[in-house]
C-alpha cells in the first residue's frame, strides 16, 4: 500500500527571539504563512509552557503544520505534512525564514507511504514491497510535479539515463526500454500471430507502444487514466516514446484501462497489461478479488487463440507471484513465464504470457 505525502521537518536555528514566547504573535504569523503558501486554513491550537516555550497545531485542509519553539535558546521546530505538492510547504517555509530570520536552518524532506523517503537533493528512492530499497542518483530534475492522479518525476541518471518515476515507483528508463518492450511482445513475436487489434493497458509513457508499431500492427489502442504521464513523456521521454502517440494506427482512449475492460464490447487478438499488480491505494476491496475480476474481463475480451502478456512483478516479490499464479491457473491455460533482468530496475523481473 502506498499513501503518499509529503512531511517537511525543519530546525530554525538562532531565530529572532522576539516572537519565540508569544503564541498570539506566532499565531498570526502561521495564518499568514498558510494563506501565502497556498495551503488551506482550517483551525488552530496553541498551548504556552511555563515558563517559556510555545507548541502550535495548525490544521489544514491539506494536513497539518506543527512547531514548537525554545525562547532560551532562539530555536524553533517546525513540522509541516501535506499531501499536497511540496512546493506550497516549501513557499510556507521560506515565509517564516522571512519574518523569524534564523542564522541558518536545516530542513529534512520525508516522502510518507512506502518507503518512508528522507529526501536528499540529488538522490532519489524507488519504492519496493520486499526487502530491500534501491536509490537513484539525480543528475538532472526533468519534471517533478502532482497531477490528478500521481506524483510524477523525470530525472536524468548518468547510467540510465532519463527516468520515470509515478509515485516514486520507477516504470521506465531510457536504459531499458527496449528491453521491457521486447519481454512484453517477444510471446506475441515467438508464435509468428500477426498483430491485428491490440490492446495496451496503461503504458503512458509510449514506449510499449513505439516498440508494438516496429512491428506493423493493423490497429493499437491504448487505455490510460492520466493524460498528464502521455504530455510529460511526450515532452520529456521522446527517446523512448518516439512519434507513436501521433500514429493514425492508434486509438488513445483516456479512461480508467478497469472501467474500459467492464464497458468495451471489442474484441482483441493481443492485450499487453503494463499496470500494476499492486493496486492497494486506489481500490477498496481485496487485491485478490481485484485482480480476478480485471483477469476475469481481460479472458472476455480475447479473441480465441488471442495471447495477453503481462507485466508481473520483481522476482523477489513472493506473495504477489504466488497470488498471480493462482489466478492465472483459474482463467487461463498455457501459462508461461519469462525472468528478465532490467538493468536500471537493479533485479529480475517476471513476465507471463497466456492463451485462450
Known amino acids: 500500500m502506498n499513501p503518499l505525502g509529503t512531511q517537511h521537518i525543519a530546525e530554525f536555528i538562532e531565530c529572532k527571539k522576539t516572537f519565540l514566547n508569544d503564541p498570539e504573535k506566532l499565531e498570526q504569523i502561521i495564518r499568514n ?22 507548541t502550535l497545531l495548525a490544521i489544514i485542509s491539506e494536513s497539518h503544520i506543527g512547531l514548537h519553539t525554545y525562547p532560551e535558546a532562539g530555536h524553533l521546530s517546525l513540522d509541516v505534512f501535506t499531501c499536497s505538492h511540496p512546493s506550497k510547504q516549501l513557499k510556507l517555509i521560506d515565509y517564516l525564514q522571512k519574518v523569524l530570520k534564523p542564522k541558518s536552518i536545516k530542513i529534512a524532506e520525508i516522502t510518507r507511504g512506502n518507503p518512508i523517503e528522507f529526501k536528499q537533493d540529488d538522490w532519489l528512492t524507488s519504492r519496493t514491497e520486499y526487502g530491500f530499497e534501491v536509490r537513484y542518483h539525480v543528475k538532472k530534475v526533468l519534471y517533478s510535479d502532482k497531477s490528478q492522479y500521481q506524483f510524477i518525476d523525470v530525472i536524468e541518471n548518468e547510467h540510465f539515463g532519463k527516468m520515470l518515476f509515478l509515485d516514486k515507483d520507477l516504470q521506465i528508463s531510457e536504459a531499458d526500454a527496449d528491453a521491457y518492450s521486447y519481454a512484453m511482445i517477444n510471446p506475441v513475436l515467438k508464435r509468428k500471430k500477426k498483430l491485428k487489434n491490440v490492446l495496451i493497458l496503461g503504458g503512458g509513457d509510449g514506449g510499449l507502444l513505439n516498440y508494438v508499431l516496429k512491428y506493423n500492427p493493423e490497429r493499437v489502442t491504448l487505455v490510460e487514466i492520466d493524460e498528464s504521464v502521455i504530455d510529460v513523456s511526450k515532452k520529456y521521454l521522446k527517446k523512448i516514446c518516439g512519434n507513436a502517440f501521433s500514429d493514425k494506427r492508434v486509438n488513445l482512449i483516456i ?24 493496486p492497494e491505494s486506489f481500490i477498496k476491496v481485496e487485491r485478490e478479488k481485484f485482480l480476478d475480476e480485471v483477469f476475469s474481463d481481460i479472458y472476455r475480451i480475447l479473441n480465441r487463440g488471442g495471447i495477453a502478456t503481462f507485466q508481473v512483478s520483481s522476482e523477489y516479490d513472493k506473495v504477489t507471484l504466488r497470488l498471480i499464479q493462482r489466478l492465472f491457473r483459474k482463467h487461463f491455460k498455457n501459462v508461461n513465464y519469462s525472468l528478465i533482468f532490467l538493468r536500471s530496475y537493479c533485479e529480475r523481473w517476471v513476465f507471463a504470457d497466456v492463451t485462450k
Not at 498558510?34 to 498551548?47: C, P
Not at 479512461?255 to 468495451?264: G, I, P, R, Y
Open 255 to 278: 479512461q480508467d484501462a478497469l472501467q474500459f475492460l467492464k464497458s468495451t464490447r471489442e474484441k482483441f487478438d493481443v492485450i499487453l497489461y503494463d499496470l500494476t499488480m499492486h
Open 33 to 54: 504563512a498558510i494563506e501565502y503558501s497556498g495551503l488551506h486554513f482550517e483551525k488552530i491550537i496553541t498551548h504556552k509552557f511555563n515558563p517559556i516555550g510555545v
